[in-house]
Protein backbone atom coordinates (compact mmCIF):
# COMPACT_ATOMS: atom_id res chain seq x y z
CA UNK A 1 0.00 0.00 0.00
CA UNK A 2 2.81 2.29 0.93
CA UNK A 3 4.84 1.70 -2.04
CA UNK A 4 2.01 2.09 -4.04
CA UNK A 5 1.29 5.34 -2.37
CA UNK A 6 5.14 6.55 -3.19
CA UNK A 7 5.00 5.56 -6.86
CA UNK A 8 2.14 7.59 -7.11
CA UNK A 9 3.40 10.58 -5.40
CA UNK A 10 6.38 10.37 -7.45
CA UNK A 11 4.20 10.43 -11.19
CA UNK A 12 2.75 13.58 -9.38
CA UNK A 13 6.27 15.25 -8.71
CA UNK A 14 7.31 14.32 -11.95
CA UNK A 15 4.28 16.15 -13.70
CA UNK A 16 4.33 19.01 -11.47
CA UNK A 17 7.81 19.64 -12.66
CA UNK A 18 8.41 22.25 -15.28
CA UNK A 19 10.23 21.14 -18.52
CA UNK A 20 13.50 22.96 -19.10
CA UNK A 21 12.80 25.43 -22.97
CA UNK A 22 14.99 24.95 -25.60
CA UNK A 23 17.37 27.18 -26.33
CA UNK A 24 17.24 28.04 -29.81
CA UNK A 25 20.84 28.56 -31.97
CA UNK A 26 21.04 30.63 -34.65
CA UNK A 27 23.36 29.31 -37.33
CA UNK A 28 25.39 31.44 -39.65
CA UNK A 29 24.54 29.23 -43.17
CA UNK A 30 26.96 30.43 -46.13
CA UNK A 31 25.46 32.87 -48.74
CA UNK A 32 25.91 32.85 -52.15
CA UNK A 33 27.26 35.67 -54.31
CA UNK A 34 23.76 37.34 -54.27
CA UNK A 35 24.15 37.74 -50.83
CA UNK A 36 21.00 34.80 -49.97
CA UNK A 37 21.85 31.97 -47.82
CA UNK A 38 22.60 28.82 -49.38
CA UNK A 39 20.62 25.87 -46.82
CA UNK A 40 22.32 23.03 -45.97
CA UNK A 41 20.86 20.09 -47.23
CA UNK A 42 17.52 18.62 -45.99
CA UNK A 43 16.19 22.23 -46.11
CA UNK A 44 13.59 23.38 -48.52
CA UNK A 45 15.98 25.68 -50.29
CA UNK A 46 17.29 24.63 -53.73
CA UNK A 47 20.89 23.36 -53.87
CA UNK A 48 23.52 25.31 -55.84
CA UNK A 49 23.75 24.08 -59.78
CA UNK A 50 26.09 21.93 -60.52
CA UNK A 51 28.67 22.12 -63.71
CA UNK A 52 26.81 19.85 -65.18
CA UNK A 53 23.46 21.20 -64.42
CA UNK A 54 24.93 24.70 -65.62
CA UNK A 55 25.56 23.19 -69.26
CA UNK A 56 22.35 22.30 -69.97
CA UNK A 57 20.98 25.81 -68.71
CA UNK A 58 23.04 27.19 -71.66
CA UNK A 59 21.82 27.79 -75.04
CA UNK A 60 22.64 24.23 -77.18
CA UNK A 61 23.90 25.04 -80.81
CA UNK A 62 20.89 23.39 -82.27
CA UNK A 63 19.07 26.77 -80.24
CA UNK A 64 21.34 29.46 -81.55
CA UNK A 65 20.55 27.57 -85.43
CA UNK A 66 17.25 28.19 -84.55
CA UNK A 67 17.66 31.51 -83.67
CA UNK A 68 20.20 32.61 -86.92
CA UNK A 69 17.32 33.13 -89.10
CA UNK A 70 15.33 35.21 -86.70
CA UNK A 71 18.52 37.63 -86.15
CA UNK A 72 19.35 37.51 -89.91
CA UNK A 73 15.71 38.83 -91.23
CA UNK A 74 15.98 41.60 -88.16
CA UNK A 75 19.30 42.64 -89.44
CA UNK A 76 18.73 42.33 -93.02
CA UNK A 77 15.14 44.05 -92.74
CA UNK A 78 17.02 47.06 -90.31
CA UNK A 79 19.81 47.15 -93.44
CA UNK A 80 16.69 47.56 -95.98
CA UNK A 81 15.03 50.17 -94.69
CA UNK A 82 18.30 52.21 -93.42
CA UNK A 83 19.31 52.49 -97.07
CA UNK A 84 15.50 53.09 -98.15
CA UNK A 85 15.59 55.75 -96.10
CA UNK A 86 18.90 57.38 -97.06
CA UNK A 87 17.80 56.81 -100.89
CA UNK A 88 14.78 58.65 -100.10
CA UNK A 89 16.11 61.38 -98.73
CA UNK A 90 19.20 61.25 -101.56
CA UNK A 91 15.90 61.65 -103.76
CA UNK A 92 14.15 64.32 -102.75
CA UNK A 93 17.44 66.45 -102.10
CA UNK A 94 18.12 65.12 -105.88
CA UNK A 95 14.91 66.53 -107.24
CA UNK A 96 15.01 69.48 -105.52
CA UNK A 97 18.50 70.03 -107.04
CA UNK A 98 17.11 69.53 -110.18
CA UNK A 99 14.11 72.03 -109.66
CA UNK A 100 16.86 74.60 -109.01
CA UNK A 101 19.01 73.62 -111.71
CA UNK A 102 16.60 73.67 -114.25
CA UNK A 103 15.12 77.48 -113.04
CA UNK A 104 19.09 78.49 -113.02
CA UNK A 105 18.84 77.16 -116.80
CA UNK A 106 16.43 79.09 -117.36
CA UNK A 107 17.71 82.59 -115.78
CA UNK A 108 20.77 82.15 -118.05
CA UNK A 109 19.36 81.21 -120.92
CA UNK A 110 20.54 84.15 -123.13
CA UNK A 111 23.15 85.67 -120.78
CA UNK A 112 26.76 87.07 -121.74
CA UNK A 113 29.32 84.01 -122.00
CA UNK A 114 31.49 85.90 -119.34
CA UNK A 115 28.69 86.45 -117.35
CA UNK A 116 30.49 85.34 -113.75
CA UNK A 117 27.61 83.85 -112.21
CA UNK A 118 27.03 81.88 -115.68
CA UNK A 119 30.77 80.41 -115.45
CA UNK A 120 30.47 79.45 -111.32
CA UNK A 121 26.70 77.28 -112.51
CA UNK A 122 28.64 75.80 -115.17
CA UNK A 123 31.89 75.00 -112.66
CA UNK A 124 29.58 73.89 -109.88
CA UNK A 125 26.60 72.35 -111.63
CA UNK A 126 27.48 70.75 -115.01
CA UNK A 127 31.36 69.69 -115.07
CA UNK A 128 32.27 66.33 -113.83
CA UNK A 129 35.31 64.40 -113.20
CA UNK A 130 35.36 61.73 -116.64
CA UNK A 131 35.41 58.79 -114.89
CA UNK A 132 32.63 56.29 -113.30
CA UNK A 133 33.84 53.88 -110.90
CA UNK A 134 30.64 52.11 -110.50
CA UNK A 135 31.07 50.28 -113.90
CA UNK A 136 33.29 47.86 -115.81
CA UNK A 137 35.80 50.41 -117.65
CA UNK A 138 35.87 50.28 -121.00
CA UNK A 139 38.64 49.54 -123.20
CA UNK A 140 40.81 51.89 -124.53
CA UNK A 141 40.88 53.70 -127.88
CA UNK A 142 44.53 52.02 -128.55
CA UNK A 143 48.08 51.90 -128.16
CA UNK A 144 48.75 54.62 -131.27
CA UNK A 145 47.36 58.24 -131.62
CA UNK A 146 45.01 58.72 -134.95
CA UNK A 147 46.53 60.59 -137.99
CA UNK A 148 45.94 63.97 -137.03
CA UNK A 149 46.80 63.23 -133.24
CA UNK A 150 49.89 62.09 -134.23
CA UNK A 151 50.26 64.80 -136.53
CA UNK A 152 50.40 67.46 -133.76
CA UNK A 153 52.05 65.73 -131.33
CA UNK A 154 55.00 65.79 -133.64
CA UNK A 155 54.88 69.17 -134.05
CA UNK A 156 54.84 70.27 -130.31
CA UNK A 157 57.72 67.73 -130.29
CA UNK A 158 56.19 65.26 -127.92
CA UNK A 159 54.91 67.61 -125.74
CA UNK A 160 53.84 66.62 -122.49
CA UNK A 161 51.26 68.00 -119.57
CA UNK A 162 49.47 69.78 -122.53
CA UNK A 163 45.90 70.99 -122.42
CA UNK A 164 43.10 70.27 -124.50
CA UNK A 165 39.41 70.39 -125.44
CA UNK A 166 37.56 67.77 -127.34
CA UNK A 167 34.33 68.59 -128.58
CA UNK A 168 32.26 65.34 -129.71
CA UNK A 169 34.58 62.90 -127.94
CA UNK A 170 33.71 58.96 -128.66
CA UNK A 171 31.12 60.61 -130.59
CA UNK A 172 31.02 56.55 -131.91
CA UNK A 173 31.18 55.91 -127.89
CA UNK A 174 34.23 54.07 -128.41
CA UNK A 175 37.34 56.31 -129.86
CA UNK A 176 38.53 59.63 -128.88
CA UNK A 177 41.68 61.54 -130.42
CA UNK A 178 42.84 62.99 -127.19
CA UNK A 179 42.82 59.56 -124.89
CA UNK A 180 46.59 58.80 -125.84
CA UNK A 181 47.25 62.69 -125.21
CA UNK A 182 46.59 62.03 -121.49
CA UNK A 183 47.25 58.20 -121.31
CA UNK A 184 50.75 59.09 -122.91
CA UNK A 185 51.97 62.25 -122.28
CA UNK A 186 49.72 63.57 -118.92
CA UNK A 187 47.70 65.96 -121.27
CA UNK A 188 44.59 67.21 -119.64
CA UNK A 189 41.48 68.89 -120.41
CA UNK A 190 37.42 68.71 -121.35
CA UNK A 191 35.78 66.71 -122.79
CA UNK A 192 32.16 67.18 -124.16
CA UNK A 193 29.53 64.90 -125.44
CA UNK A 194 25.62 65.81 -125.66
CA UNK A 195 24.50 62.02 -126.48
CA UNK A 196 23.20 60.62 -123.33
CA UNK A 197 24.39 57.48 -124.33
CA UNK A 198 28.06 58.12 -125.35
CA UNK A 199 28.28 60.75 -122.58
CA UNK A 200 27.66 57.58 -120.44
CA UNK A 201 30.38 55.45 -122.35
CA UNK A 202 32.85 58.49 -122.12
CA UNK A 203 32.81 57.73 -118.31
CA UNK A 204 33.55 54.59 -118.19
CA UNK A 205 36.77 55.32 -119.86
CA UNK A 206 38.04 56.56 -117.07
CA UNK A 207 39.69 59.79 -117.71
CA UNK A 208 41.03 60.52 -114.65
CA UNK A 209 42.94 63.32 -115.88
CA UNK A 210 39.98 65.14 -117.61
CA UNK A 211 36.82 67.27 -116.84
CA UNK A 212 33.57 66.02 -118.80
CA UNK A 213 30.46 67.37 -119.52
CA UNK A 214 27.26 66.48 -120.81
CA UNK A 215 26.54 69.53 -122.96
CA UNK A 216 27.17 70.93 -126.48
CA UNK A 217 28.61 74.05 -128.09
CA UNK A 218 26.71 76.81 -128.06
CA UNK A 219 26.56 78.16 -131.68
CA UNK A 220 25.59 81.38 -130.33
CA UNK A 221 27.50 83.51 -127.61
CA UNK A 222 25.51 83.00 -124.71
CA UNK A 223 23.67 79.68 -123.58
CA UNK A 224 20.93 78.41 -125.10
CA UNK A 225 18.70 75.22 -125.23
CA UNK A 226 18.51 72.66 -128.54
CA UNK A 227 16.50 69.68 -129.75
CA UNK A 228 19.06 66.76 -129.77
CA UNK A 229 18.07 64.30 -132.44
CA UNK A 230 19.11 60.83 -132.01
CA UNK A 231 17.54 57.93 -134.29
CA UNK A 232 15.59 55.47 -132.47
CA UNK A 233 15.96 52.76 -134.45
CA UNK A 234 19.97 52.55 -134.37
CA UNK A 235 19.65 53.29 -130.58
CA UNK A 236 23.07 55.87 -130.01
CA UNK A 237 23.39 57.19 -133.64
CA UNK A 238 23.67 61.02 -133.56
CA UNK A 239 22.89 63.01 -136.63
CA UNK A 240 22.51 66.41 -135.98
CA UNK A 241 20.96 69.07 -133.88
CA UNK A 242 18.68 71.38 -133.91
CA UNK A 243 16.81 74.23 -132.74
CA UNK A 244 13.62 73.22 -133.42
CA UNK A 245 11.59 70.57 -132.46
CA UNK A 246 10.63 67.98 -135.15
CA UNK A 247 7.64 65.65 -135.24
CA UNK A 248 8.81 62.04 -136.58
CA UNK A 249 8.04 59.13 -134.81
CA UNK A 250 11.75 58.14 -136.45
CA UNK A 251 13.42 60.17 -134.11
CA UNK A 252 13.77 60.34 -130.41
CA UNK A 253 14.37 63.98 -129.21
CA UNK A 254 15.80 65.25 -126.02
CA UNK A 255 16.41 68.70 -125.13
CA UNK A 256 20.13 69.99 -124.26
CA UNK A 257 21.83 72.55 -123.21
CA UNK A 258 24.68 74.10 -125.18
CA UNK A 259 27.60 76.68 -123.81
CA UNK A 260 29.54 79.28 -125.23
CA UNK A 261 33.29 77.96 -125.59
CA UNK A 262 34.76 80.72 -123.90
CA UNK A 263 32.46 79.90 -120.83
CA UNK A 264 33.85 76.40 -120.62
CA UNK A 265 37.33 77.69 -120.88
CA UNK A 266 36.55 80.30 -117.92
CA UNK A 267 34.78 77.72 -115.75
CA UNK A 268 37.92 75.34 -116.59
CA UNK A 269 39.93 78.28 -115.07
CA UNK A 270 42.20 78.18 -118.32
CA UNK A 271 42.32 80.66 -121.36
CA UNK A 272 45.40 79.06 -122.59
CA UNK A 273 44.76 75.59 -124.91
CA UNK A 274 46.98 73.32 -126.94
CA UNK A 275 44.51 71.54 -128.88
CA UNK A 276 41.24 72.25 -129.67
CA UNK A 277 39.14 69.62 -131.48
CA UNK A 278 36.01 70.52 -133.06
CA UNK A 279 33.11 68.26 -134.14
CA UNK A 280 29.64 69.68 -133.80
CA UNK A 281 27.58 68.22 -136.62
CA UNK A 282 27.39 71.21 -138.79
CA UNK A 283 27.62 74.22 -136.85
CA UNK A 284 31.32 73.90 -136.50
CA UNK A 285 31.72 78.04 -138.04
CA UNK A 286 29.20 79.43 -135.86
CA UNK A 287 31.18 77.69 -132.81
CA UNK A 288 34.27 79.23 -134.02
CA UNK A 289 32.46 82.78 -134.54
CA UNK A 290 31.92 82.97 -130.91
CA UNK A 291 35.30 82.60 -129.43
CA UNK A 292 36.88 85.55 -129.12
CA UNK A 293 40.61 85.09 -130.01
CA UNK A 294 41.85 88.15 -128.43
CA UNK A 295 41.38 86.50 -124.67
CA UNK A 296 42.51 83.10 -125.46
CA UNK A 297 45.32 81.51 -127.28
CA UNK A 298 44.80 78.35 -129.01
CA UNK A 299 47.77 76.41 -130.77
CA UNK A 300 45.65 74.15 -132.86
CA UNK A 301 42.55 73.89 -134.67
CA UNK A 302 41.42 70.42 -135.56
CA UNK A 303 38.21 70.92 -137.42
CA UNK A 304 35.86 67.48 -138.56
CA UNK A 305 34.31 69.10 -141.76
CA UNK A 306 31.46 67.02 -143.24
CA UNK A 307 30.18 69.66 -145.48
CA UNK A 308 30.36 70.81 -148.94
CA UNK A 309 33.71 72.68 -150.28
CA UNK A 310 32.06 75.72 -149.97
CA UNK A 311 31.48 75.96 -146.18
CA UNK A 312 35.29 74.20 -145.90
CA UNK A 313 36.41 77.69 -148.07
CA UNK A 314 34.50 79.32 -146.03
CA UNK A 315 35.83 78.35 -142.33
CA UNK A 316 39.31 78.49 -143.66
CA UNK A 317 38.84 82.14 -144.82
CA UNK A 318 37.52 82.94 -141.28
CA UNK A 319 40.34 81.39 -139.47
CA UNK A 320 43.07 83.25 -141.44
CA UNK A 321 41.69 86.33 -140.49
CA UNK A 322 41.85 85.06 -136.91
CA UNK A 323 45.76 84.61 -137.90
CA UNK A 324 45.46 81.18 -138.39
CA UNK A 325 47.18 79.10 -141.40
CA UNK A 326 45.69 75.71 -142.98
CA UNK A 327 48.29 72.82 -142.91
CA UNK A 328 47.02 69.72 -143.66
CA UNK A 329 43.75 67.79 -143.84
CA UNK A 330 43.30 63.69 -142.68
CA UNK A 331 40.24 62.57 -144.57
CA UNK A 332 37.67 64.62 -142.27
CA UNK A 333 40.09 66.66 -140.28
CA UNK A 334 41.01 69.85 -141.09
CA UNK A 335 44.10 71.20 -139.17
CA UNK A 336 45.01 74.74 -138.22
CA UNK A 337 47.62 76.45 -136.45
CA UNK A 338 48.40 79.84 -134.89
CA UNK A 339 50.50 81.98 -137.71
CA UNK A 340 53.82 83.02 -134.31
CA UNK A 341 54.77 84.53 -137.16
CA UNK A 342 52.05 88.09 -137.21
CA UNK A 343 51.69 87.94 -133.39
Not at 33 to 57: V, Y
Not at 60 to 73: M, R
Not at 203 to 225: D, F, M, V, W
Request: proline fraction near 7%.
Amino acid sequence: MSNLFIGRELMTVKKLRPRPKRKHVMMNLPTNCQGTDIAPSGTPHELPPTPTKMRHMLPTTASLKNLLPTVTFFVAFATVMTVLVIHMNNTATRHHQFRVNMSKDNEFLGVAQDNPDLITYIREVHLTPAVEPHHRPLETSGPFPSEDTAYVIKLLNNKHEGTFIEAGAYNDGKTSKTEYLERKLDWHGLLIQPEPTHYFKLKRHNRGRSQAIHACLSSTPYPKEVTFHQEDRDGVKINRIHANTIDDPDWFNTRVKCFPFYSLLLAMNITAVDFFILESGGTELQVLQTIPFERVKIEFIDVQLLTSDLEKDTIKKFLATKNYVFLKNFNNSYIFRVNHLNI
